[in-house]
């Protein structure tokens, strides 16, 4: 299938979301959209599979306009979407779901169950996507659930172009690898794929050609050997460092103190297992670690969101194991959560009421009980121009940002306010190169100004790019404290449990 989008423009209300947008996808080819949060590149997508109606502007296929009244439409003419945000029903089986992907669509109609499993066997053997179609998808790993969601958009009648909106969000590494060799022999095979993303790497690894956008616009057509910091600076429209400027740490005391850390999970798991780490005031430290190794009830129970079974967490020499969040962010510990929809902003309230979130009954924001409306918009201003914050209003409902600008959300209320601990959990996941460098910029300078920074990541490159000393985490326990110039092998050893040893004779692992 050649596809072509002609002049496509898409406007919400007096706002601009894509201006006159030409692109253009080869047969078998893999065409990468790259832009930052909030460049107009889902709208662009969900235009292109009739989610959303072009305010003008033309889409061919195979040189004929076509008018697409919804998704159903837009499957019939052999398109398929994976969305950023999965639509799979969790409690249903891997077969109902990719059923449910068919309903809409004259050319599938609904077939019996026993068709439906012998679909997905037919559609997974056919592109090598291992899948069982009886397996519940809540209890598939994310990476299998995004298989399911490919496979359910493979299974339209004729599926020749698979849209792929930043697939690769939500995946660890391994999972990543996966998906990128999946891509390619799909693309092999013929089917062209439109990729989303703003992940430079992967862009360059599996791209045949670059489109950048940039607030709405196309700004250039970029070949897939174009530089790292070429695409970077297309996408922000500056300059952009890909590297972190930093002077040598200057480690004081200790501030936080994590001693013994354990932690029992319902089915009698040790998530945690006796976790030891210290951080100093001006260092960061980055804790490396395959996910799912006790990373995130290490975070949460630093904040005092969960108790631990046994262990202490200490603040500025203070046993804070039994107090309450609050009291600890109140004391000076500051928190940017993984997982921001849960812990980190209320998508119901407005933009400036979550850069305040946990501060408002204090001063300024408060005088004597009462709530100082005025302090609260001036604080919001500052940030929303400090942090580039793309939203329409900061009386705007959370809701409508773009996961990347909640993000900035929390790292702007996080940096506004005094502390002395920091702990940064995957602080840019999800976040553009241009916010990536000034979220990186500004954790350095908490450093500089005396902060413990705690700073965990499944991203390795986040790690050296920052890390003053890296410790590894390995089922609920630290098992390696290095250098920040320990060798990658070195590293990844320990991430699976393997031993430290530099000049070990199982190099290839
Ligand atoms: N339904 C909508 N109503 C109003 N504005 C919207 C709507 N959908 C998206 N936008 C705005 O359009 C811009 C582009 O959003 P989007 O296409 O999701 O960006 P991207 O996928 O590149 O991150 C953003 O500023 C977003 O806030
Ligand atoms: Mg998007």
């Known amino acids: 299938m050649r596809l072509e989008l002609r002049g496509l423009t898409k406007k919400f209300g007096s706002f601009t979301a894509d201006d006159d947008i030409d692109l253009t996808v080869e047969p078998g080819q893999i065409h990468a959209v790259l832009g930052e949060n909030g460049a107009g590149k889902s709208t662009l997508m969900n235009m292109l599979y009739g989610i959303l109606k072009p305010t003008s502007g033309e889409i061919l296929i195979d040189g004929e306009p076509v008018e697409f009244g919804g998704p159903g439409d837009a499957i019939d003419a052999g398109l398929g979407m994976v969305h950023q945000h999965f639509k799979l029903v969790g409690p249903f089986s891997v077969a109902d779901n990719v059923q449910l992907g068919r309903e809409h669509t004259r050319g599938a109609g609904v077939l019996s169950p026993r068709a439906a499993r012998a679909a997905v066997l037919e559609v997974s053997e056919q592109y090598g996507l291992a899948l069982d179609p009886g397996a519940v998808v809540e209890d598939l790993p994310v990476g299998v659930q995004q298989r399911v969601e490919i496979v359910k958009a493979l299974s339209g009648p004729k ?6 909106d930043e697939p690769t969000a939500v995946l660890t590494p391994a999972e990543i690898r996966e998906l990128l060799a999946i891509m390619r022999s799909l693309a092999e095979a013929g089917t062209s794929i439109l990729f989303i993303s703003h992940k430079l790497k992967e862009v360059q690894a599996v791209a045949d050609t670059v489109t950048v956008i940039r607030r709405g616009r196309v700004v250039a057509e970029l070949p897939p ?5 070429e695409m970077a600076s297309a996408m922000v429209g500056r ?3 890909l590297t972190v400027d930093k002077a040598e740490p200057e480690p004081a005391e200790p501030r936080l103190e994590i001693d013994g850390l354990t932690l029992v999970d319902d089915h009698g798991v040790k998530v945690l297992d006796g976790l030891d780490l210290t951080v100093r005031g001006g260092e960061i430290v980055g804790l490396a670690g395959v996910e799912g190794n006790g990373q995130t009830e290490l975070a949460r129970t630093v904040l005092g969101l969960i108790k631990p079974d046994s262990g202490r967490v200490v603040i500025d020499d203070r046993d804070a194991t039994g107090e309450s969040p609050a009291r600890r962010i109140r004391a000076g510990l500051g928190y940017i959560p993984e997982d921001r929809a849960r812990d980190g902003v209320i998508t119901e309230f407005t933009v400036a009421e979550n850069l305040v979130l946990n501060q408002y009954r204090d001063e300024p924001f408060s005088r004597r009980g009462m709530v100082d409306a005025a302090a609260i918009r001036r604080q919001a ?12 209003s900061p009386d705007d409902p959370a809701a409508s940002l773009s996961g990347g600008n909640q993000q900035k959300v929390i790292v702007a209320r996080e940096f506004s306010r005094p502390r002395r601990v920091l702990v940064a959990a995957q602080p840019t996941r999800g976040i553009d190169v241009g916010a990536t460098e000034f979220i990186h910029s500004r954790l350095v300078t908490e450093r500089d100004n005396g902060t413990a920074v705690l700073l965990i990541s499944s991203e390795l490159d986040e790690i050296y790019a920052l890390a003053d000393r890296i410790a590894v985490i390995y089922n609920g326990r630290i098992v390696g404290e290095v250098g920040p110039d320990t060798p990658r092998e070195v590293i990844g050893r320990l991430m699976v449990g393997g031993e430290a040893d530099a000049d070990g004779g199982d190099r290839e692992r």
């Open 381 to 392: 201003a500052e940030s929303v121009a400090e942090f580039d914050i793309r939203t329409q």
């Open 159 to 164: 599926t020749e172009l698979l849209i792929l």
């Open 239 to 241: 300059e952009i460092s």
């Open 225 to 229: 050997t174009a530089s790292e910091a």
